[in-house]
Structures are given as C-alpha cells and as structure tokens.
C-alpha cells in the first residue's frame, strides 16, 4: 500500500529533525575547536587528529550500515543509529584526558555513517522525477545543522561548558530514537520506480553479493565514487576549521563570526534546494542534467573560494558578501550525486551503493583536517583551505565530464531490468487482474 502524500512529509519531516540536530552535535565540534584545544592544551595538529579519528570510524562503518540497511528493517536501525549517536556524545563530554578524548570522540563516527538507510528509504517514498528537489530539502539539514551548533557553542559555552552542549545534543538523539522508532513504517524497495509503481510486488528482491559487486561494473558509477574520494576533502576542511581561520587569521571577534557564519550557511543551505531543483528540471529533459548542474557547482565554487579568501582582510564586508554567494554553489553537486547513484542501482542495494560512495569519500577526506592542520602550523589556514579545497574541487569537474559522457548507458541498463521485473510480476498474477486492480484505486497524493 503506497503512503498517503501528507504521511510522505511527515517522513521527510522527521528525517530532517533527525539530520538538523545530529548535524548540530556532529558540527559542533568546529565552533568548540578553540575551548577544546585549550582544555587539553592541544595545538591544530593534535586536534586535527580529533577530527580525523571520526572521520575514519564513519568510514570503516559504512559498509556495515550499507549491508544492513539492505538486509533488515530501515526505520528500525536508523532509530538504532539514532540511540547509539546520544551515547556516543555523552561519552565524549564525560572524556577527562585528550587520548581518552580522541577515544570517545572517534566513536561518533559509528552513526556518522548511517544516512544510506535514510536516503534508500526516501527513495522508495518518492519516484526519481523528484528525488533531486526531496534529498536538496533533507541536506539543508547539515548547513543549518552547523548553525545551530554555533549559536550553541557562542551562547552557551561560557554558561554550561562545551561538556554540557555536548550532553544536551546526546540526549536529544535518545529522544529521536524514540520518536523514529514508532512512528516511522518500512516500504517495498523499489515501489516508486516508474516500472513498478503500479506493480503488486510479490518477489520481494533482498541484498545479494552478485548484485552489490555488479555496481563495480557501471563506468559512470566507478567515476562518481572516484569523484567522491577528492569531494569531501573541501567540506571537511570547511566544516572543521573555518571558524578558526575567521578568529585567528582575519581577526574577526565572536559577533562579527557569528554574523558571517550564518550568512554564508543560510546562502549554502539555500544552494542543496536550488541545485536538488535544478538537477530535476534538466534530468527531465536530459539524462545527464543532473551531473551537468554538479559539474557547474563544483567549479564555479571553486573559482570563488579561490577570489573571496584573496580579498583583504580588512574589508568585512565585501568578505561576507562574496563567501555568502560562493555558499550557494558549493552544494549543487550534493542532492544530485546521489540521486544519480540511485538512478544507476537496483533497489536493493542503494544503501550499499550509497555506503560505498560514503566509504570512499570517507576513506579519502579522512587525512584531510589533519592535512590542513600540519599545512596550517607550517604556512597558514588560508593556504590549507586554498590548496586543498580549489584542488579537489578542479579534479572533481574532470571526473563528472567522464561521468556525464557514460550515464545515459548505465541508466538505460537499469529501466530495462525494472522493466523486466514488472513483466515477471505481472505474469504471476491471472490475465487482467493488475489492471483490475489499479482501475478503481485512487490517485495518491
């Protein structure tokens, strides 16, 4: 039975708390880098090792959540995630020594890694016309994510410590677990396809190993997952030590950094939409729209990134303006990435292709806070941020051209599998049932 469209939002409603605040909780950590570093008496190369530890245990779990997610129940190991991102953050507010600190701290990455399940899940709620507009809204959720937890780290440091920010994120994840546990259902995987969306599913198609390691054989997809090694380098460079690079090396005081910082997030936030939008308006039109708006993206901000940190220091204001403009590109390429991924895959491996992608981004970004960290003690933040985000960003441009030539042929290949499914499922029900069965029921919302 298909959901009711007012219950499909009220999915996506939930999933967007539960991302905004494990955002927050999972961000936090950059806004709270300086209070951090000087509780332990760390400099930016030891807390590099902070942010990399993470990064690394996220990367590990991947594969595990991957196959999982396509095995078992979605809606109750997202709530599992949920459960286990609270008590890893009270672990780490509870830390008295840095190494017990790194410890705690790298086991966040555990839930870090556990969005597959949540975008396989939406995509069996809504059909791929417009998955790129519903995964844009849903990653809003990090850039604002990232606000909350600097307006926590500003407003509530000096008053509860950064330990006690920490344990109130932590609670707030036990309560969506709660939440996401009774009240969100399962779907059939694969429901919302075009090919099976009317279909009376009776094979009900499970992870298999000859299925997952068939993914390894799509070109464009192979060109994503190396695109995805280099992409996140940029955003875990940002995401862990621009808030430093304002303090220290532009002089910026906690008002003027707060004010900047919500600007260029509103500006990003508002680009995962815009892109998600885009990349459907020309995905109707052209199989490759989708990797043509990404490509846009991911040079255009660096080009900007490279011109807005070459602006002097002095002059705020044409600063803020110019990183607020840059924000809305830099995640053009996010919703449209991954519904390209699932516009290649069978429905029951996308956690696993999703997870995959994630490993890799993971496995590859991993060393970057810590890169920029030893760049930053031996030259400056402005050079680390430069070198590493303009770079990545140049490479990704040339692997989505070599993705954008190769996708037609990969997403033609899946339609005709879904379409060899829907002509199995319909001779497994007598002659003129499946049409007397959908004639009389009623549109859906």
Not at 42 to 60: K, Y
Request: hydrophobic letters at 50%; glycine letters at 8%.
């Amino acid at each position: 039975m298909k959901p009711s469209g007012r219950y499909r939002w009220f999915v996506v409603g939930v999933f967007f708390v539960f991302m905004l605040l494990h955002q927050a909780d999972k961000l936090l950590i950059g806004p709270l880098t300086t209070p951090i570093m000087e509780y332990f008496q760390i400099d930016e190369a030891q807390m590099g090792l902070v942010f990399s530890g993470a990064i690394l245990v996220g990367g590990i779990f991947y594969p595990l959540w991957g196959y999982l997610y396509d095995r078992f129940a979605r809606a109750k190991l997202l709530a599992l995630a949920s459960l286990i991102w609270g008590a890893t953050t009270w672990l780490s507010a509870l830390a008295k020594t840095f190494g017990v600190f790194v410890v705690t701290r790298a086991s966040t990455g555990i839930d870090d890694a556990s969005y597959p399940g949540l975008y396989s899940l939406i995509s069996d709620y809504f059909p791929p016309k417009t998955r790129g507009k519903v995964y844009g809204l849903l990653q809003i959720a990090s850039p604002l994510g990232y606000m909350i937890g600097m307006v926590l780290a500003i407003t509530l440091t000096q008053v509860i410590q950064w330990q006690g920010i920490f344990i109130l994120t932590g609670s707030l994840g036990i309560v969506l677990a709660f939440v996401i546990f009774t009240s969100v259902k399962e779907m059939p995987r694969g429901g919302t396809e075009p090919e099976l969306e009317n279909i009376e599913q009776h094979t009900h198609y499970r992870f298999e190993w000859k299925t997952a390691l068939g993914l390894f054989r799509k070109k464009s997809l192979l060109l994503l997952f190396t695109q995805g090694f280099f992409g996140v380098f940029p955003w875990q460079v940002i995401t862990f030590w621009f808030f430093r690079y304002l303090e220290t090396e532009r002089g910026f005081d906690s008002n003027q950094v707060l004010v900047t910082m919500v600007i260029a997030v509103l500006f990003l936030a508002a680009g995962y939409p815009i892109g998600g939008a885009l990349g459907d308006y020309f995905f109707k039109r052209n199989l490759r729209g989708r990797l043509m708006v990404s490509a846009f993206g991911v040079i255009t901000g660096a080009l900007l990134l490279w011109f807005s940190l070459s602006i002097p220091e002095n002059n705020t204001l044409f600063f803020t303006i110019s990183m607020a403009i840059t924000a809305v590109f830099i995640p053009f390429a996010a919703p449209n990435v991954l519904s390209t991924v699932y516009d290649v895959t069978l429905p029951e491996v996308r956690s696993t292709a999703n997870s995959v992608q994630n490993l890799i981004e993971q496995g590859g970004s991993a060393v970057a806070p810590a890169l920029a960290g030893l760049i930053a003690v031996n030259s400056s933040l402005k050079d680390a941020i430069l070198i590493i985000c303009v770079g990545a960003w140049i490479l990704c441009f040339l692997f989505f051209l070599g993705a954008i030539y190769l996708l037609p042929r990969d997403i033609q290949d899946l339609r005709r599998q879904l379409a060899e499914r829907a002509e199995k499922e319909k001779m497994a029900i007598p002659d003129g049932s499946v049409k007397e069965k959908f004639a009389s029921a009623p549109a859906q919302d």
